[in-house]
Protein backbone atom coordinates (compact mmCIF):
# COMPACT_ATOMS: atom_id res chain seq x y z
CA UNK A 1 0.00 0.00 0.00
CA UNK A 2 1.56 3.34 -1.02
CA UNK A 3 1.10 6.46 1.23
CA UNK A 4 -0.84 7.80 -1.96
CA UNK A 5 -3.62 4.78 -0.64
CA UNK A 6 -3.32 4.93 3.36
CA UNK A 7 -6.26 6.54 4.70
CA UNK A 8 -5.11 9.68 7.39
CA UNK A 9 -6.94 10.10 10.68
CA UNK A 10 -9.17 12.89 9.16
CA UNK A 11 -9.48 11.96 5.38
CA UNK A 12 -13.11 11.15 6.23
CA UNK A 13 -14.38 14.02 8.02
CA UNK A 14 -17.85 15.26 7.31
CA UNK A 15 -17.37 18.92 7.65
CA UNK A 16 -14.57 19.05 5.58
CA UNK A 17 -12.47 20.97 7.68
CA UNK A 18 -9.28 18.70 8.30
CA UNK A 19 -9.52 16.89 4.99
CA UNK A 20 -5.95 15.78 5.28
CA UNK A 21 -5.90 13.65 2.34
CA UNK A 22 -3.12 11.05 0.93
CA UNK A 23 -2.10 14.37 -1.58
CA UNK A 24 -1.31 16.53 1.75
CA UNK A 25 0.04 13.62 4.35
CA UNK A 26 3.13 13.53 1.61
CA UNK A 27 4.35 17.05 1.80
CA UNK A 28 3.98 16.61 5.68
CA UNK A 29 6.65 13.39 5.66
CA UNK A 30 9.16 15.38 3.26
CA UNK A 31 9.28 18.34 5.42
CA UNK A 32 10.43 15.97 8.24
CA UNK A 33 12.76 14.36 5.98
CA UNK A 34 14.07 17.71 5.08
CA UNK A 35 14.37 19.06 8.46
CA UNK A 36 16.39 16.40 9.72
CA UNK A 37 18.59 16.86 7.04
CA UNK A 38 19.20 20.09 7.56
CA UNK A 39 20.07 19.68 11.65
CA UNK A 40 22.23 17.06 10.60
CA UNK A 41 23.97 18.86 8.04
CA UNK A 42 24.44 21.60 10.67
CA UNK A 43 25.89 19.78 13.17
CA UNK A 44 28.37 18.19 10.59
CA UNK A 45 29.48 22.01 9.46
CA UNK A 46 32.33 22.95 11.68
CA UNK A 47 31.27 26.95 12.39
CA UNK A 48 31.20 28.17 15.70
CA UNK A 49 27.85 29.18 15.73
CA UNK A 50 24.76 27.22 14.89
CA UNK A 51 21.03 28.60 14.91
CA UNK A 52 18.95 26.20 15.28
CA UNK A 53 14.99 26.39 15.14
CA UNK A 54 12.88 23.55 16.81
CA UNK A 55 15.61 20.72 16.34
CA UNK A 56 13.53 18.17 17.75
CA UNK A 57 11.03 18.54 15.75
CA UNK A 58 10.21 15.04 13.72
CA UNK A 59 12.32 13.29 15.92
CA UNK A 60 11.29 10.42 17.67
CA UNK A 61 12.80 9.96 21.24
CA UNK A 62 15.16 7.70 20.38
CA UNK A 63 16.66 10.30 17.78
CA UNK A 64 15.97 13.17 19.76
CA UNK A 65 17.82 11.13 23.02
CA UNK A 66 20.96 10.90 20.20
CA UNK A 67 21.14 14.86 18.79
CA UNK A 68 20.56 15.61 23.00
CA UNK A 69 23.82 14.02 23.40
CA UNK A 70 25.66 15.70 20.69
CA UNK A 71 24.61 19.60 21.50
CA UNK A 72 25.49 18.19 25.46
CA UNK A 73 28.99 17.17 24.11
CA UNK A 74 30.11 20.21 21.88
CA UNK A 75 33.90 21.39 22.00
CA UNK A 76 34.25 24.51 23.56
CA UNK A 77 34.75 26.66 20.66
CA UNK A 78 30.90 25.83 19.43
CA UNK A 79 27.73 27.84 20.68
CA UNK A 80 24.50 26.45 19.74
CA UNK A 81 21.23 28.94 19.51
CA UNK A 82 17.75 26.97 19.97
CA UNK A 83 14.56 28.44 19.21
CA UNK A 84 12.62 25.45 21.54
CA UNK A 85 8.95 25.68 23.03
CA UNK A 86 9.32 22.45 25.00
CA UNK A 87 11.00 23.80 28.50
CA UNK A 88 11.81 20.17 28.57
CA UNK A 89 13.74 19.61 25.83
CA UNK A 90 15.61 23.45 26.76
CA UNK A 91 15.98 22.12 30.09
CA UNK A 92 18.01 18.64 28.70
CA UNK A 93 20.13 21.07 26.63
CA UNK A 94 20.81 24.40 27.33
CA UNK A 95 23.15 25.53 29.65
CA UNK A 96 21.67 28.98 29.68
CA UNK A 97 18.45 30.42 27.78
CA UNK A 98 17.12 33.72 27.48
CA UNK A 99 12.82 33.55 27.97
CA UNK A 100 11.02 35.23 25.53
CA UNK A 101 7.50 36.36 25.40
CA UNK A 102 5.72 39.41 22.81
CA UNK A 103 9.18 40.08 21.39
CA UNK A 104 10.53 40.51 24.65
CA UNK A 105 13.18 38.78 27.03
CA UNK A 106 10.96 38.25 30.07
CA UNK A 107 13.30 35.84 31.60
CA UNK A 108 17.23 34.56 31.57
CA UNK A 109 19.25 31.38 33.36
CA UNK A 110 21.17 28.95 33.35
Given at each position: ???????????????????????????FAVERIRSKALVGAGLLTPHPLLLMDEPFDGF????????????????????FVLAIHQLLDAERVCDRFILLADGRARGAGR
Open positions: MSIEDRPTRYQHDPSGRFDAGPSQARPDLRQTRDIVGVLRGKPPWRT
